[in-house]
């Protein structure tokens, strides 16, 4: 028997991640590229003309806007594509495990603690299952940094840096809250700018860094798995 996990789920994780999140965002920013390029155009096309100063002031000002909107819809674009990446990176590792159900099955219950993460959750069942120490592969720093930088977008709405209020307000200084800036300090990489207007922003430095080590792992783990399974359909066999 050959399991799917091996070869064809590598192949489509790769597949997956070059024309669903690779090819979807270049198709995306080349056409947010080519309609600010035509509004930029008409604005180029209309200050050359005769105008007041105040209509030229507006004109100046919209040429502006459109580039700091192109720039912010790029940014949502990759910050989505990592989003993507790590939930389809989720699936094709539970993915793997279920289809090794074909000489390992899976036990009743949850792997892992009641508070891991969904990640934590499957090191702990690959350990548990297959006797494969992912956690102490070196294989997955980046995952831990992917999840953070992808909870921040999700449901921090892309702020780098968040409003905490305090329960009471604070009569000695006046404050009612403080600026949570530990996200920003922890990933400087993944932010742009400072203070309250701080984002995340994942550059294409960065996805593909994660997208590389993402398809590594997947090819790793493929490769463990088939050994254990050709290790158990020996032992099985009775093949000394």
């Known amino acids: 028997m050959t399991l799917i ?8 994780f790769k ?22 390029r035509t509004e930029l155009g008409k604005i180029e096309e ?9 209509y030229r002031e507006h004109l100046v000002d919209e040429h502006v806007d459109v580039l700091a909107t192109n720039s912010g819809q790029e940014r949502f674009l990759r910050n989505m594509a990592l989003v993507a ?3 389809r990176l989720a699936h094709a590792l539970r993915a793997m495990a279920r ?14 603690t009641n508070k891991a993460s969904e990640f ?10 297959f006797g494969i120490n992912v956690e102490n592969s070196g294989r997955i720093a980046f995952v831990k940094s992917m ?10 709405g892309g702020e780098a840096n968040t409003w905490k209020p305090l329960d009471k307000i604070d009569w000695n200084t006046g404050d009612e809250g403080y600026l949570k800036t530990d996200f920003s300090k922890q990933y400087p990489e993944y932010v742009s700018g400072t203070g309250t207007s701080a984002e995340v922003s994942v550059s294409e430095e960065l996805l593909d ?10 090819g790793w783990l493929a490769g463990e798995l088939r050994s254990k399974e050709l290790a158990s359909t020996k032992n099985n066999s009775g093949i000394p």
Do not use: M
């Open 5 to 12: 996990c091996t070869k064809w789920s590598t192949r489509n």
């Open 15 to 36: 597949w997956d991640v070059h024309i669903l999140i690779e090819g979807t965002l270049e198709a995306s920013i080349r056409y947010l590229d080519t309609e600010a």
């Open 46 to 54: 209309a200050i050359k003309k005769p105008l007041d100063d105040e």
């Open 85 to 87: 990446l790590a939930s």
């Open 99 to 112: 289809s090794a159900e074909l000489f390992s099955k899976r036990r009743e219950g949850r792997y892992g």
């Open 120 to 129: 934590e959750r499957l090191w702990a069942e690959y350990f548990e299952r």
């Open 147 to 156: 999840v953070e930088v992808r909870n921040q977008i999700v449901h921090a």
């Open 209 to 218: 860094q994660n997208i590389k080590a993402s398809i590594e792992l997947v």
